[in-house]
């Protein structure tokens, strides 16, 4: 979450707009029928990185708002993950099991720890 705290103090504007694209093209995804199934998932984020990299800034500030926003938007402070924590845990394992980037995947690993996402579900 690197970039996007950078982008934040240094008040660049554009990191909400990075943002709200990010979470409209995630609602996308998840009304596709491939993203019901773990498997097709991560097929499906393999060829959606580079949308999210030249959609959201620069090749790495995609890369972790692809992570950072799929995941987040999944999450609120007064529920956690709530009845999304299925979905959030099979969005965690489809990105490690996709061919995105090793930069996406170990993004996606800080991401979930720092959410306890990978506590949670197995609790």
């Given at each position: 979450m690197h970039y996007t705290?950078?982008?934040?103090?240094?008040?660049?504007?554009?990191?909400?707009?990075?943002?709200?694209?990010?979470?409209?093209?995630?609602?996308?995804?998840?009304q596709r029928p491939?993203?019901?199934?773990?498997?097709?998932?991560a097929s499906l984020l393999s060829s959606e990185q580079l949308w999210f990299e030249h959609n959201c800034g620069t090749r790495w500030d995609?890369?972790?708002?692809?992570?950072?926003?799929?995941?987040?938007?999944?999450?609120t402070t007064r529920e956690g993950f709530?009845?999304?924590?299925?979905?959030?845990?099979m969005l965690y394992d489809a990105f490690q099991q996709s061919?995105?980037?090793?930069?996406?995947?170990?993004?996606?690993?800080d991401v979930a720890v720092s959410y306890n996402l990978l506590e949670e579900v197995a609790a």
């Open positions: 705290v950078e982008h934040l103090v240094s008040g660049d504007e554009n990191i909400v707009v990075y943002y709200r694209r990010a979470v409209e093209h995630w609602k996308e995804i998840w491939e993203a019901k199934e773990l498997a097709c998932l995609g890369q972790e708002i692809m992570v950072v926003s799929g995941i987040g938007m999944l999450y709530g009845r999304n924590a299925r979905k959030a845990r061919y995105c980037s090793i930069e996406v995947k170990g993004i996606a690993r």
